[in-house]
């Protein structure tokens, strides 16, 4: 069914999660009638009803926000090692000492920042 069929019968919520997400596109449902306050899609009264993981464990606010905070921390150590091991890379084949270059890779490689590259 079209969502403008819904709008022109004076559309209810169903509990079909596509037609829930087309009705959010077009401003039908609001967002904070489909989601949780983490983010999570757990639809509308209507359903599907969905569960939220931290909703369903009783995360609280406190807890959210420092695991955001954290997972935030690790997307940059993990960056900032992907773009160091791409400058590593870079030297290693522009450059005339090899051998210094690929201990600074192995040592890199060994190091806690160098670590965060597998993490
Ligand atoms: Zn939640």
């Known amino acids: 069914m ?8 004076g559309w209810e919520p169903t509990s079909d999660y596509d037609d829930q997400m087309d009705a959010l596109a077009r401003g039908l449902l ?7 306050r983490h983010g999570t899609f757990v639809g509308n009264w209507a ?3 969905y569960m939220c993981g931290y909703c369903e464990m009783g995360v609280t606010d406190e807890e959210f926000e420092e695991g955001k905070r954290l ?3 690790r997307n940059e150590k993990r960056k900032a090692a992907r773009q160091r091991w791409e400058e590593i890379n870079r030297e290693v ?3 005339t000492d090899k051998d210094a270059t690929w201990a600074t890779a192995v040592a890199f490689l060994d190091s806690e920042e160098g670590q965060w590259l597998y993490r």
Not at 4 to 9: A, L
Not at 30 to 36: Q, W
């Open 47 to 49: 359903g599907p009803d």
């Open 30 to 36: 609001e967002y904070d009638d489909t989601h949780c």
């Open 71 to 73: 997972e935030a921390e």
């Open 93 to 95: 084949e522009t450059t």
């Open 2 to 9: 079209a969502i403008d069929d819904m709008v022109d019968d």
